[in-house]
């Protein structure tokens, strides 16, 4: 792992974060990695180099994180755990970038997404017609894109019941900074949260411990 590529190691509440810029090669990756025989089998039937390499980033970055070697699997639904249940994981990735969550106890739930314009398009999809009032109306981007990835990373907490995004998941008005926090609620249950927030010209980043 390239020191310089992290962008941010973060400490909170007792979890540990990490965002990273991936530059290197599947092989450089592979030359610098112990893979266990269960890794190796499935990492031979991913075709897809762009998924190669976040397979090989993201355990790579679950290295640096927590100082160890971990093994991480999907339950059916997707879901990534450690196998050694030692830590709560979340991990997303866009474009270069890779984000990893870990907590020993809490839920928890991340999202990274590059920034795109795309965003102006969709956003009726996943905001209600309440919070599309109360978010700019579509005109502030970022805002769209920090509401966009709270809801990805309450739905990786959350799981099925909070799959659609506009009906289960509510996001209230908030400021948009290059750092802040997000207030949330998933309807079905009344359940509330707290999200943080990073953005750069880059990515928006959004983590929840729940």
């Known amino acids: 792992m390239i020191d310089e590529n992290i962008i941010y190691n973060i400490s909170e509440k007792g979890a540990k974060l990490l965002v990273y810029e991936l530059t290197e090669t599947v092989d450089i ?61 979340s991990i997303s990735h866009s474009k270069k970038w890779l984000a990893v ?19 102006n398009k969709i956003y009726k999809r996943f905001l209600s017609d309440t919070e599309q009032k109360e978010l700019s109306n579509g005109e502030n981007q970022s805002q769209l894109e920090l509401a966009w990835s709270a809801k990805e990373a309450l739905y990786k907490i959350i799981g099925n019941s909070a799959v659609d995004f506009s009906n289960h998941l509510r996001i209230f008005p908030f400021e948009t900074k290059t750092e802040g926090r997000i207030s949330a609620e998933h309807l079905e249950t009344g359940t509330k949260y707290k999200l943080s927030y990073i953005q750069t010209d880059k990515f928006s980043l959004v983590y929840c411990i729940s």
């Open 29 to 89: 990756l592979l030359d610098n990695m112990n893979l266990s025989d269960d890794e190796k089998e499935h990492f031979e039937k991913i075709a897809s180099e762009k998924r190669r390499l976040e397979y090989l980033g993201i355990r790579m970055c679950f290295q640096k994180l927590l100082g160890r070697k971990v093994e991480i699997k999907n339950e059916d639904e997707g879901k990534p755990y450690l196998i050694d249940n030692s830590f709560e994981i």
């Open 101 to 119: 969550i870990a907590h020993p106890m809490q839920k928890v739930g991340i999202d990274i997404e590059g920034r795109t314009d795309k965003i």
